[in-house]
């Protein structure tokens, strides 16, 4: 993401007042709202061989100089080769201020889906469920409003090609209306699908709430007490579990939003994540359940939770998912090696797991920031290709976000002087309008109609860039808080001139009309006593 190009941007010139502001707020969305992100490539390659594993202090290092780059608060890291956790460490603080640890719990986000997959493989490899299977079939109570749905298999939810879309479905917008995951499927019910059943891939997190309720009926408990009892306790996660709402997330596990650089502790805001993000995990933890993908189902104390056919499946895409598998993704490292991955973003937190099977290599990062500047993804690219190829990419330099923060809270607090200039001038603007047509009025005050629009629709700007997602109102101040900010500055602004110079018209025109209506009188009383 490009931020240099808003140095030198033009000063708003005098007499434009408040609306110019919106201009350069634009010109900053353009940088500050990211591209759509797109589906990693698969690239089959054979690289060299792997170097020796890194020594817990070139770990620190990337880590620490990560951390001061961009102001992250705090991390836990974990690193596996094979059978081995070669380093599990927690670095910063949680945001009551204590030291983070390798265990400390942190929410892992998306990568919950890649443990909700493995739990349906474990279904079926006992021959509870077939991945061919129709959902309708062990599911009932899973119906839509499209006859197309009772042909959604339970592959096609884990390779997120069930036809279900964001575009048809709010997945975020519902809020905290949403507290089970048997109330998950029963929202589905009005929705339709947006193609057909297999045919196209679309990323949409209601594919693995169905597909964590699937676990529930066919397994014959509590999602939450089924990974307990297959994945975490035999893999040693002892202090990983899974929550339905954010309500549930412990304190240690909350986040933060980043500002002109700064971490503040911020709670998530309302939604529901079981199944499709709602686990929270440790670094220590994190590494048994990397160490279980590189030894072909078989944990660090040698527990079998899957075979290595169902780890294969797990990590092989369909013809129609294209790079994207069954909770995890392929694509390739910077170096040119394999990468089996998967991230994830709540909006106060994000984490990345990556599997490198050809040196057989793990590497998870949890992050309890939301910032993509200052997240787990990044780090986690960066402590890749240090197990990759032997050395990592510096931090990221220059001013960055923080630059960008600072040009978007300059424009939103210029707007203030402007607005106050501009109500206590409302009533000389009124003078020189007074008697002008009403049209022409309406066309000088249009503009400054800009900036409240856009803080009413900002959501839909934002769900259309990232090609139809649904994002609700309250997610926006998290994602760019200094533009929601700066914008809802100048839509207060704007309003607040606008309101002036409308009230100061009426009132003048008002009195024009009752001068010209005591003048007509007074003639018509004239004219009589003239008579």
Not at 141 to 155: H, K, S
Request: with cysteine.
């Amino acid at each position: 993401m490009a931020f240099s190009t808003l140095r030198g941007a033009p000063v708003p010139p005098r007499g434009r007042s408040v609306p110019a502001l919106l201009c350069l707020l634009g010109a900053a969305a353009l940088l500050v709202l990211p591209a759509a992100p797109g589906s990693a490539g698969t690239a089959p390659l054979t690289p060299g061989a792997a170097p020796p594993a890194p020594s817990p202090g070139e770990v620190d290092a990337v880590v620490e100089e990560y951390r001061r780059a961009t102001g992250l608060p705090g991390a836990a890291v974990v690193i596996t080769r094979g059978t081995e956790v070669v380093h599990a460490r927690g670095y910063g603080t949680t945001p009551g201020g204590a030291a983070v640890t390798e265990h400390t719990p942190m929410a892992v986000a998306s990568l919950s889906k890649s443990v909700t997959a493995l739990a349906v493989l474990q279904l079926a490899e006992e021959g509870e469920l077939d991945l061919d299977d129709p959902v309708r079939e062990h599911l009932p109570e899973f119906t839509m409003a499209d006859p197309r749905a009772e042909r959604i298999t339970v592959r096609q939810l884990l390779d997120q090609t069930s036809g279900m879309s964001d575009t048809e479905f709010a997945s975020y917008s519902r809020g905290r209306d949403t507290l089970t995951l048997r109330e998950s499927v029963a929202d589905l019910r009005g929705a339709r699908l947006a193609a057909e059943p297999g045919t196209r891939w679309e990323y949409h997190n209601p594919n693995f709430q169905v597909a964590a309720r699937l676990v529930e009926v066919v397994g014959g408990r509590p999602f939450a007490d089924h990974l307990e009892a297959r994945v975490f306790s035999p893999l040693g996660m002892d202090d990983s579990t899974t929550v339905d709402t954010d309500l549930d997330l412990p304190s240690g596990a909350r986040g933060h939003v980043s500002v002109l650089g700064r971490a503040f502790p911020a709670d998530e805001p309302p939604g529901f994540g079981n199944g499709s993000g709602g686990v929270v995990s440790t670094g220590a933890d994190m590494g048994a359940w990397l160490v279980a993908h590189t030894g072909g189902g078989l944990g660090p104390d040698g527990v079998r939770i899957l075979s290595e056919e169902g780890v294969r499946a797990l990590h092989t895409p369909s013809a129609a998912s294209g790079s994207y598998a069954l909770g995890w993704s392929l694509g390739e490292t910077a170096s040119g090696s394999r990468v089996v991955e998967h991230g994830g973003d709540l909006l106060t937190a994000t984490a990345h797991q990556a599997l490198l099977p050809d040196s057989g290599y793990g590497v998870a990062v949890m992050a309890n920031t939301g910032s993509s500047w200052g997240g787990a993804h990044p780090l986690a690219s960066a402590l890749v290709e240090l197990v990759d190829a032997g050395s990592a990419p510096g931090p990221p330099t220059g001013a960055g976000p923080v630059a960008v923060d600072a040009v978007l809270l300059a424009a939103g607090a210029a707007a203030v002087p402007l607005a106050w200039r501009g109500v206590r001038r409302s009533r000389d603007w009124a003078l020189a309008r007074e008697g002008g047509p009403r049209w022409a009025v309406a066309a000088r005050l249009l503009p400054y109609a800009g900036p409240p629009l856009l803080l009413v629709v900002l959501h839909e700007v934002v769900g259309w860039l990232f090609r139809g997602r649904d994002v609700a109102w309250f997610q926006v101040p998290y994602l760019f808080t200094s533009f929601w900010s700066a914008l809802a500055v100048v839509a207060l602004a704007c309003a607040a001139v606008v309101s002036a110079r409308a009230v100061r018209l009426a009132a003048l025109r008002r009195r024009t009309r009752g001068g010209r209506a005591a003048g007509a009188g007074r003639g018509e009383g004239e004219a009589a006593s003239d008579g």
